[in-house]
C-alpha cells in the first residue's frame, strides 16, 4: 500500500522559511516526479515544483526565486523549503508522486496545513 | 510559462444533466492534460489522464477530449456525488506544470 505523508511545522514566521517533508513508502522512488502543490484556504491549487530521482528539479517561474525540492533517497522522502514566506503563503501543502511518462497519475499525501503568522 | 484558463468557473446545474467543462491552453500542451476532482477538505482525485484516458475506478459516465489548446470535461449524467470542484492540470517531464483556476459545480 502506498503512503505520502507530509510532515513539518504547522506556524511559520513572516520572513522565516517553511520546510515541509514527504515521506513515501510502499513504492520506489524511481520513475516518478515527486511533486509540491498547494491550495491557500479557499481558493485553486497551484504547482509548486519537481524533484527526480536523479536530483533534477523544475519549479513554478513565480516561486523560483524562492523554492528548493530536494530528495533524500535514504530516508524515501523528498523535502520543500520556502523562502522568506508571507500570510499568502498560508496554505495546505500537498506532496504527490506522479508517474512518469503517463500523465497525471500517481499518489498524493493527505495534505499539511502551514499558516504564516507571527 | 503556460496558463490554462477553466469554463466555466462556477456551473449551475441538476442531477441527471449533461455538463461540460472547458480548459484552454496559452501553448500547445501536446496531450499531456490531466482532470481532477476535489470535495471541499478532500485530496484531488483524478479522473482522466492524458486527455481521454479514464482512470481505473472512476464511473464511465466521465469522459475527457481535446487536443492541442482546448480540452473538455463531460459527466454525461450528473450524480449527487459529482458535485466539487474540477481542475484541468498541465504535466510533463521537461519543465513546469500548471492547474486551472477550477469550476465549481453546485446544485
Known amino acids: 500500500q502506498v503512503q505520502l505523508q507530509e510532515s513539518g511545522p504547522g506556524l511559520v514566521k513572516p520572513s522565516e522559511t517553511l520546510s515541509v517533508t514527504c515521506s513515501v513508502s510502499?513504492?520506489?522512488?524511481?520513475?516518478?516526479?515527486w511533486s509540491w502543490i498547494r491550495q491557500p484556504p479557499g481558493k485553486g491549487l497551484e504547482w509548486i515544483g519537481f524533484?527526480?530521482?536523479?536530483?533534477?528539479?523544475h519549479y513554478n517561474p513565480s516561486l523560483r526565486s524562492r523554492v528548493t525540492i530536494f530528495i533524500d533517497k535514504s530516508k524515501s522522502q523528498f523535502s520543500l523549503n520556502l523562502l522568506s514566506v508571507t500570510a499568502a503563503d498560508t496554505a495546505v501543502y500537498f506532496c504527490?508522486?506522479?508517474?512518469?511518462?503517463?500523465?497525471?497519475?500517481?499518489?498524493w499525501g493527505q495534505g499539511a496545513l502551514v499558516t504564516v503568522s507571527s | 510559462d503556460i496558463q490554462l484558463t477553466q469554463s466555466p468557473s462556477t456551473l449551475s446545474a441538476s442531477v441527471g444533466d449533461r455538463v461540460t467543462i472547458t480548459c484552454r491552453a496559452s501553448?500547445?500542451?501536446?496531450?499531456?492534460l490531466a482532470w481532477f476532482q476535489q470535495k471541499s477538505g478532500e485530496v484531488p482525485k483524478l479522473l482522466i489522464y492524458?486527455?481521454?484516458n479514464l482512470e481505473s475506478g472512476v464511473p464511465s459516465r466521465f469522459s475527457g477530449s481535446g487536443s492541442g489548446t482546448e480540452f473538455t470535461l463531460t459527466i454525461s449524467s450528473l450524480q449527487p456525488d459529482d458535485f466539487a470542484t474540477y481542475y484541468c492540470q498541465h504535466y510533463n517531464s521537461y519543465s513546469w506544470w500548471a492547474f486551472g483556476q477550477g469550476t465549481k459545480v453546485e446544485i
Open positions: 492524458k486527455v481521454s
Open positions: 504527490a508522486g506522479y508517474e512518469v511518462g503517463v500523465g497525471g497519475r500517481g499518489y
Open positions: 524533484v527526480n530521482y536523479d536530483g533534477s528539479s
Open positions: 501553448q500547445d500542451l501536446n496531450n499531456w
Open positions: 510502499g513504492v520506489s522512488l524511481s520513475g516518478y516526479h
